[in-house]
């Protein structure tokens, strides 16, 4: 059992800090570096890791996205909201990112690219902190109040400059995302990003999924917040339609 929990923490390290080498991950998880290695081997005979460029160094494969994209695709998910949210995607023309709930994250799932070329751009695959996404913003408001208050005393981070941190702001923001059904960001995840984002419920009332509209601040302003999250409460109403 401790031989296959060392390999999923070094399966984590090298998913976090890829490309990453031998030496690194053993100081990073104060392991042996004769210990990681033989991870390493057994990970990448599983196809789980590879080897990436220079010498030494690792990444991880496609197979974690295969393995997150079926948790998207479970109870039809990704067969109901893919046609809905390509439709609002050709409507705003902005980056639609689709993301499922992890622990205290969400995983980006999906992802529908704007077609101009600067555009909001995400990896397949990224964690994305509850305080800091427009789409983890809309998850929070749709958790019990205990909930968000021991998501909030774990001291959320900075990621950039413009993260709100504060938890009564916090608190604002999330009252404000229950009232008029979705959440918005602007630069708190990315520089010069902006997006709005709404949760998709099951027929339980639990968030299964949450979206987001996300695009450079510059084109979309908080003059289209309005309008957007309209388009975006409209989708989520006929992609939930099709879940019940």
């Not at 210990?35 to 690792?58: D, F, I, M, N, S």
């Not at 989520?236 to 019940?244: N, S, Y």
Request: hydrophobic share 40%; glycine share 6%.
């Amino acid at each position: 059992m401790n031989s296959v929990l060392t390999a999923l923490r070094v399966f984590e390290a090298v998913a976090d800090s890829q490309p990453v080498g031998l030496s690194q991950l053993a100081r990073r998880l104060d392991v042996p570096k004769s210990t990681v290695q033989r991870c390493l081997k057994t990970l990448h005979e599983a196809g789980w890791v590879r080897p990436a460029p220079g010498e030494g160094r690792w990444s991880i494969t496609g197979r974690a996205f295969t393995i997150g994209s079926a948790v998207a695709a479970g109870d039809r998910l990704r067969d109901a909201a893919l046609p809905e949210l390509g439709a609002l995607q050709s409507a705003v023309g902005e980056t639609i990112h689709l993301a499922v709930p992890d622990g205290d994250e969400l995983v980006l799932v999906e992802r529908l690219d704007s077609p101009h070329q600067l555009r909001a751009f995400l990896a397949l695959g990224t964690r994305l902190p509850l305080h800091a996404a427009a789409t983890g913003k809309a998850y929070l408001a749709t958790l019990p109040d205990e909930q968000i208050n021991a998501y909030l005393r774990s001291t959320p981070t900075k990621v950039t400059a413009q993260t709100h941190t504060d938890p009564e702001q916090l608190w604002d923001e999330i009252r404000l995302a229950r009232r008029r059904g979705y959440a918005t960001t602007e630069q708190e995840l990315h520089e010069g990003i902006s997006a709005i984002a709404v949760a998709l419920r099951d027929r339980t009332g639990a968030a299964r999924a949450c979206f987001s509209i996300s695009g450079p601040s510059s084109r979309l302003t908080p003059e289209l917040f309005e309008e957007y999250g309209s388009k975006a409460l409209q989708t989520r109403d006929a992609i939930e339609r099709v879940m019940q």
